[in-house]
């Protein structure tokens, strides 16, 4: 993975946190400007790696791709990835603040999602595929080579 991005051996992805807030669209449109997307959380491997990653950060709510901007396809992943792994909070998705069609993960509450505002501008992760590696990791590092 570049500079920045970290790289999880078991699922072969790359994440960044990206500190700035922004919408989940416009934090959607950064992510995409690296060749990836927003994070997919598509089973526990993921989860927990994500998890760890927050860990370093001082913010403690993020984007993810999850969204249900298009009402008629309910839940799914922006990157398409499979929704078939559910990691609500408590009582959620609850459409408190009508309409809440974008997830965010909760550090504090272990990483679990809540539905939020698309609007609200929050902190996000990023996630694409590590494409170009030998899949030699490099435990010092986090880092994948080439």
Avoid at 19 to 42: P, Y
Avoid at 73 to 79: C, E, F
Wanted: hydrophobic share 30%; net charge negative.
């Amino acid at each position: 993975c570049e500079e920045g991005w970290h790289y999880d051996r078991t699922g072969g992805n790359c994440y960044m946190i990206n500190e700035n807030v922004l919408s989940w669209e416009v934090a959607r449109t950064h992510c995409m400007a690296f060749k990836g997307d927003l994070a997919s959380i598509t089973g526990p491997d993921d989860k927990a790696f994500i998890r760890e990653l927050t860990m370093s950060s001082t913010s403690s709510v993020f984007w993810i791709g999850g969204n249900e901007i298009n009402q008629s396809s309910g839940w799914t992943w922006s990157d398409g990835s499979p929704f078939s792994f559910l990691d609500w909070d408590v009582g959620k998705p609850d459409n408190s603040v009508d309409p809440e069609w974008c997830i965010e993960t909760l550090k504090v509450r272990n990483s679990q999602w809540n539905d939020q505002d698309c609007s609200k501008q929050l902190p996000s992760i990023c996630q694409k595929k590590c494409k170009h590696c030998v899949l030699i990791f490099m435990f010092n590092t986090g880092m994948c080579t080439k």
